[in-house]
């Protein structure tokens, strides 16, 4: 079974500074996705990044970055200038890719607890 | 815009007593999902479908069902609640394809059983 760590459940951030949140898991697969999802407080949770594991380019999605290390399987993200609007729980997640038909889950770490300070 | 919404955003029962979250969705998604997310928690998946075939996965307490009448719309079904079934529950949707299309949350119901 996939399972997926973050080690820091809380980490704080001056506002326009750079954070890096970590993410491990495990699998036996080779191919697969990962996710970083945001959950402000009392709100959906909405995607940040995405990144395949067949392709050794890190995604990037504006001041949001990931450091994706497959063989150590390693997920960071980094946000940079760090926005009050980014104070959220942020979820590391995995998901396996489908040689076939059908669908599937979501495995998600613990959170990540970012608190910006202004 | 497009969206997943669940309702309620906040449901109180007491224990045993059974309840129906729904969730339904304009993105047109061929696949939904249930998942649990308790205090300090990951979110864990309890089921999911695929069209109108239904995935439960193996750890699912029996007491959780989930209908799904049409494309749209997706219920879940607390049979018997306890008070370990307190939590938030997040529905999701997807276009399922080889390319790993991410899915789309909803608000979530927050459930609390007296």
């Known amino acids: 079974a996939q399972t997926v760590t973050q080690s820091q459940p809380e980490m704080s951030v001056q506002e326009a500074e750079t954070v890096t949140l970590s993410c491990t898991y495990d699998?036996?697969?080779?191919?697969?996705?990962l996710f970083w999802y945001k959950q402000p407080p009392s709100r959906q949770m909405i995607l940040v990044i995405r990144q395949e594991a067949y392709k050794q380019q890190n995604a990037t999605e504006n001041r949001f970055s990931v450091n994706f290390q497959k063989a150590a399987k390693s997920f960071s993200l980094k946000i940079s200038d760090s926005q009050l609007g980014d104070a959220a729980m942020y979820f590391c997640a995995y998901r396996r890719a489908y040689s076939g038909g059908g669908a599937d889950g979501l495995t998600f770490g613990k959170g990540t607890h970012l608190i910006i300070q202004p | 815009d497009a969206m997943v919404i669940q309702n309620p955003r906040y449901q109180v029962t007491q224990f045993g007593k059974p309840v129906t979250l729904s969730c339904s969705q304009t993105l047109n998604h061929n696949v939904m999902y249930w998942y649990q997310q308790k205090s300090s928690q990951a979110p864990k998946l309890l089921f999911h479908y695929y069209d109108k075939d239904f995935n439960n996965e193996a750890d699912t307490p029996d007491n959780f069902q989930s209908r799904r009448p049409n494309t749209s719309f997706c219920f879940l079904d607390i049979r018997s609640p306890g008070l370990g079934d307190a939590a938030m529950y997040l529905c999701?949707?997807?276009?399922?394809?080889?390319?790993?299309?991410?899915?789309?949350f909803g608000d979530g119901t927050r459930l609390s059983i007296l």
């Open positions: 999701a949707t997807s276009r399922w394809d080889r390319d790993g299309q991410p899915q789309h």
């Open positions: 699998t036996s697969e080779s191919d697969y996705y």
